[in-house]
């Protein structure tokens, strides 16, 4: 499967808008671009997925650039409730539906 | 109205001792999960089923033993527990194996062995 990287920790101001970047050089053609949010004391939640270009849904955007080896989350106008951790997710192991979670983002959003 | 429930939230326990943790889901899904989460935050898949047979069992120590007794339920049985067994579990569920990106999970049961 493909390690993704990204940074440990962000912090970001309300109103603003969060950008997090994961790279996945050893991305597989086959492999989709998944991303999960996690509060404190739940369960991770999905967020978005996409495969190439642009992904945008009522949450979030997914911009994927041409080569995949990169994919950045975009969060618009976070408020305090954003506070989070982030997990970027490249593929799945077969067919077992084997999710592989890195280490993620935790973002923290000040008032 | 909950997607994916877990018993107990919270369970506090002495070593060697054996406990059991529940999962539903009422999405009326295929797939169910169980994943650990230590105190690092890194988040592990232990076991997944699909229609109630076994398909992912990582390395995970065979005193760890889940129970599918229908499609709606996964639970974990841990017998004779260690310091080390103390995390968060999660349970999940998906609509079908393969290509199951979207996972929906439980709140979590915070294991703690003293």
């Known amino acids: 499967l493909a390690k993704t990287t990204q940074p440990i920790s962000m912090d970001s101001y309300e109103g603003q808008e969060v950008n997090i970047t994961c790279s996945h050089n050893?991305?597989?053609?086959?492999?989709?671009i998944t991303w999960y949010q996690q509060f404190p004391s739940q369960g991770p939640r999905f967020i978005i997925q996409?495969?190439?270009t642009k992904v945008t849904n009522e949450v979030a955007s997914l911009f994927i650039p041409a080569d995949r080896k990169s994919s950045t989350l975009s969060l618009p106008r976070v408020s305090l409730s954003d506070t989070a951790v982030y997990y970027c997710?490249?593929?799945?192991?077969?067919?077992?539906?084997?999710?592989?979670f890195g280490q993620g983002t935790t973002l923290q959003v000040k008032p | 109205d909950t997607a994916v429930s877990q018993t107990p939230k919270y369970l506090v326990t002495q070593m060697g001792n054996d406990k059991s943790i529940k999962c539903e889901q009422n999405?009326?899904?295929?797939?169910m999960y169980w994943y650990k989460q230590d105190s690092k935050k890194f988040l592990k898949i232990m076991f997944s089923?699909?229609?109630?047979?076994?398909?992912i069992n990582e390395t995970v120590p065979n005193r760890f033993s889940p129970k599918s007794p229908d499609k709606a339920h996964l639970n974990l049985h841990i017998n004779s527990l260690e310091l080390g067994d103390s995390a968060v579990y999660f349970c999940?569920?998906?609509?079908?194996?393969?290509?199951?990106?979207?996972?929906?999970f439980g709140p979590g049961t915070r294991l703690t062995v003293t």
């Open positions: 997710l490249v593929g799945i192991s077969g067919n077992t539906g084997k999710l592989i």
């Open positions: 996409g495969y190439k």
């Open positions: 999405l009326g899904h295929d797939t």
């Open positions: 999940a569920s998906s609509t079908r194996l393969a290509g199951s990106y979207e996972q929906y």
């Open positions: 050893n991305i597989a053609t086959n492999d989709y």
């Open positions: 089923y699909n229609n109630k047979e076994l398909i």
